[in-house]
């Protein structure tokens, strides 16, 4: 098993910036490729951004490219998500998610859920 916890998420205004966190436990962070998805109200949750177990290969959904980007620190067992130019919206719960799938973007391609983590922007 592998325990996820999200964390900075919050309320910040369109054009800023917020810093999301997510560590694990459990099993070697470093055998996971990790990612991150999102899911606004009434809407199905969608990818945003994956990184592999090394860190070296990133994939971004078209809709965050060039604005989020996303990293890892093995050492730390921690995965980041840096969001910068937020607008309205990218407002949604942020979850992280483990597997071992490579750089995928469907959410059955993950074995592992964190609880996640509100961000809400405002115009």
């Known amino acids: 098993q592998v325990q996820l916890v999200e964390s900075g998420g919050g309320l910040v205004q369109a054009g800023g910036s917020l810093r999301l966190s997510c560590a694990a436990s459990?099993?070697?962070?470093?055998?996971?490729?990790m990612g991150w998805f999102r899911q606004a109200p009434g809407k199905v949750r969608e990818f945003v951004a994956t990184?592999?177990?090394?860190?070296?290969?990133?994939y971004y959904a078209d809709s965050v490219q060039g604005r989020f980007t996303i990293s890892r620190d093995n050492a730390k067992n921690t995965v980041y998500l840096q969001m910068n130019s937020l607008k309205p919206e990218d407002t949604a719960v942020y979850y992280c998610?483990?597997?071992?799938?490579?750089?995928?973007?469907?959410?059955?391609?993950?074995?592992?859920w964190g609880q996640g983590t509100q961000v809400t922007v405002s115009s």
């Open positions: 459990g099993r070697t962070f470093s055998n996971y490729d």
């Open positions: 990184i592999d177990r090394s860190g070296s290969r990133t």
């Open positions: 998610a483990a597997g071992q799938g490579g750089l995928r973007t469907a959410r059955v391609r993950y074995d592992y």
